[in-house]
Protein backbone atom coordinates (compact mmCIF):
# COMPACT_ATOMS: atom_id res chain seq x y z
CA UNK A 1 0.00 0.00 0.00
CA UNK A 2 2.50 2.71 1.11
CA UNK A 3 4.70 1.93 -2.12
CA UNK A 4 1.45 2.76 -4.30
CA UNK A 5 1.23 5.92 -2.26
CA UNK A 6 4.81 6.57 -2.88
CA UNK A 7 4.46 5.74 -6.32
CA UNK A 8 1.95 8.05 -6.71
CA UNK A 9 3.57 10.78 -5.47
CA UNK A 10 6.92 10.47 -7.38
CA UNK A 11 4.51 10.39 -10.49
CA UNK A 12 2.76 12.93 -8.92
CA UNK A 13 6.28 14.65 -8.40
CA UNK A 14 7.51 13.95 -11.71
CA UNK A 15 4.86 15.22 -13.64
CA UNK A 16 4.86 18.88 -12.05
CA UNK A 17 8.00 19.09 -12.94
CA UNK A 18 7.81 18.22 -16.34
CA UNK A 19 4.49 20.74 -16.30
CA UNK A 20 7.03 23.67 -15.00
CA UNK A 21 9.78 22.89 -17.21
CA UNK A 22 7.70 22.70 -20.16
CA UNK A 23 5.99 26.16 -18.86
CA UNK A 24 9.25 27.54 -18.40
CA UNK A 25 10.54 26.90 -21.82
CA UNK A 26 7.50 27.77 -23.67
CA UNK A 27 7.37 31.16 -21.76
CA UNK A 28 10.94 31.26 -22.60
CA UNK A 29 10.90 30.37 -25.98
CA UNK A 30 8.45 33.17 -26.30
CA UNK A 31 10.03 36.13 -24.75
CA UNK A 32 13.32 35.25 -25.21
CA UNK A 33 14.83 38.99 -25.73
CA UNK A 34 13.08 41.35 -23.94
CA UNK A 35 15.07 41.00 -20.78
CA UNK A 36 12.12 43.29 -18.87
CA UNK A 37 13.48 45.90 -20.64
CA UNK A 38 10.57 48.22 -20.75
CA UNK A 39 10.08 51.07 -22.69
CA UNK A 40 6.74 53.31 -22.80
CA UNK A 41 4.56 52.42 -26.16
CA UNK A 42 3.34 55.71 -26.37
CA UNK A 43 6.89 57.12 -26.91
CA UNK A 44 9.36 55.54 -27.64
CA UNK A 45 11.21 58.39 -28.99
CA UNK A 46 11.93 59.39 -25.21
CA UNK A 47 14.52 56.50 -25.08
CA UNK A 48 18.09 57.24 -26.37
CA UNK A 49 17.63 54.32 -29.22
CA UNK A 50 15.01 54.87 -30.54
CA UNK A 51 14.84 58.66 -31.63
CA UNK A 52 14.26 59.22 -35.08
CA UNK A 53 17.97 59.65 -36.01
CA UNK A 54 19.31 56.57 -34.00
CA UNK A 55 17.33 54.21 -35.72
CA UNK A 56 18.51 51.95 -38.55
CA UNK A 57 21.91 50.61 -38.84
CA UNK A 58 24.82 52.25 -36.66
CA UNK A 59 28.76 50.94 -36.56
CA UNK A 60 30.35 50.79 -33.34
CA UNK A 61 33.84 49.40 -34.13
CA UNK A 62 35.13 47.79 -37.14
CA UNK A 63 32.70 44.47 -36.76
CA UNK A 64 30.01 45.73 -34.53
CA UNK A 65 27.08 47.14 -35.36
CA UNK A 66 23.55 48.45 -34.01
CA UNK A 67 20.42 48.21 -35.56
CA UNK A 68 17.68 50.31 -33.94
CA UNK A 69 13.94 49.42 -35.50
CA UNK A 70 10.39 50.71 -34.68
CA UNK A 71 8.22 48.42 -35.78
CA UNK A 72 4.65 49.34 -36.30
CA UNK A 73 1.58 48.32 -38.50
CA UNK A 74 2.92 47.90 -41.01
CA UNK A 75 6.53 48.74 -41.32
CA UNK A 76 9.89 48.65 -39.85
CA UNK A 77 11.10 52.20 -39.49
CA UNK A 78 15.09 51.94 -40.09
CA UNK A 79 14.72 56.17 -40.12
CA UNK A 80 15.77 58.28 -43.04
CA UNK A 81 18.34 58.72 -44.76
CA UNK A 82 20.90 62.08 -45.88
CA UNK A 83 18.29 62.84 -48.73
CA UNK A 84 15.42 62.45 -46.04
CA UNK A 85 13.92 59.06 -47.39
CA UNK A 86 12.95 56.34 -45.71
CA UNK A 87 15.82 53.54 -45.50
CA UNK A 88 14.29 50.52 -46.93
CA UNK A 89 16.65 47.97 -46.96
CA UNK A 90 19.90 47.67 -44.53
CA UNK A 91 23.55 45.85 -45.45
CA UNK A 92 25.77 44.59 -43.31
CA UNK A 93 28.95 43.36 -43.46
CA UNK A 94 29.54 39.49 -43.22
CA UNK A 95 31.06 38.24 -39.89
CA UNK A 96 29.61 41.37 -38.20
CA UNK A 97 28.23 41.18 -35.05
CA UNK A 98 24.75 43.01 -34.78
CA UNK A 99 22.51 44.12 -31.82
CA UNK A 100 18.87 44.25 -33.10
CA UNK A 101 16.64 46.23 -31.04
CA UNK A 102 13.26 46.52 -31.53
CA UNK A 103 10.22 48.41 -30.28
CA UNK A 104 6.99 49.02 -30.83
CA UNK A 105 3.77 51.62 -29.98
CA UNK A 106 0.99 49.57 -31.19
CA UNK A 107 0.34 45.77 -31.50
CA UNK A 108 2.33 43.08 -31.12
CA UNK A 109 4.70 41.88 -34.26
CA UNK A 110 7.01 40.03 -35.29
CA UNK A 111 11.06 40.56 -36.38
CA UNK A 112 12.30 37.14 -38.02
CA UNK A 113 15.25 37.30 -40.50
CA UNK A 114 14.31 34.26 -42.52
CA UNK A 115 17.13 31.78 -42.87
CA UNK A 116 18.83 32.98 -39.76
CA UNK A 117 18.19 32.32 -36.07
CA UNK A 118 16.78 36.41 -35.26
CA UNK A 119 13.03 35.80 -34.09
CA UNK A 120 11.79 38.04 -32.26
CA UNK A 121 8.38 38.89 -30.85
CA UNK A 122 8.35 42.54 -30.28
CA UNK A 123 5.62 43.38 -27.49
CA UNK A 124 4.41 46.94 -27.23
CA UNK A 125 6.27 48.63 -23.76
CA UNK A 126 9.33 46.43 -23.99
CA UNK A 127 12.40 46.47 -26.32
CA UNK A 128 13.31 43.12 -27.93
CA UNK A 129 17.05 42.45 -28.36
CA UNK A 130 19.15 40.31 -29.83
CA UNK A 131 22.53 40.00 -30.84
CA UNK A 132 23.73 37.91 -33.39
CA UNK A 133 27.17 37.42 -35.52
CA UNK A 134 25.94 37.26 -38.96
CA UNK A 135 28.01 34.76 -40.95
CA UNK A 136 26.32 33.95 -43.68
CA UNK A 137 26.28 36.36 -47.15
CA UNK A 138 23.10 36.96 -48.80
CA UNK A 139 19.88 38.77 -48.91
CA UNK A 140 17.43 37.83 -46.03
CA UNK A 141 14.23 38.77 -45.52
CA UNK A 142 13.22 40.65 -42.45
CA UNK A 143 9.01 39.89 -41.97
CA UNK A 144 7.17 39.99 -39.42
CA UNK A 145 5.79 36.54 -38.21
CA UNK A 146 2.93 37.67 -35.62
CA UNK A 147 -0.45 38.90 -37.25
CA UNK A 148 -1.00 42.18 -36.76
CA UNK A 149 -3.49 43.44 -39.20
CA UNK A 150 -4.64 44.10 -42.62
CA UNK A 151 -1.51 44.80 -43.58
CA UNK A 152 0.73 42.01 -41.94
CA UNK A 153 1.31 40.41 -45.32
CA UNK A 154 2.68 43.37 -46.53
CA UNK A 155 5.00 43.39 -43.13
CA UNK A 156 8.48 42.69 -44.78
CA UNK A 157 11.80 44.40 -46.27
CA UNK A 158 15.39 42.87 -46.81
CA UNK A 159 18.53 42.79 -44.91
CA UNK A 160 22.00 42.49 -46.97
CA UNK A 161 24.97 40.52 -45.26
CA UNK A 162 27.48 41.03 -47.96
CU1 LIG B 1 3.42 43.18 -38.04
CU2 LIG B 1 2.36 41.12 -38.61
Redesign the pocket.
Known amino acids: KFEKIWLTFGIGALVLFLVILGYGAFYLGTHPQSHGLTIDPQNVEAHEAFKPENLGLTKVDEDRYIVNVV ?4 NYDFGVDKEGNAVKHIEIPKGATVLFQVV ?1 PD ?4 FNIAGTNVNMM ?1 EPGYISSMEVEMNQPGEYTL ?7 I ?3 M ?1 YTTVEVY
Not at 71 to 74: D, G, I, K, L, Q
Open positions: ASAFTVIHGVLCNEYCGGHHM
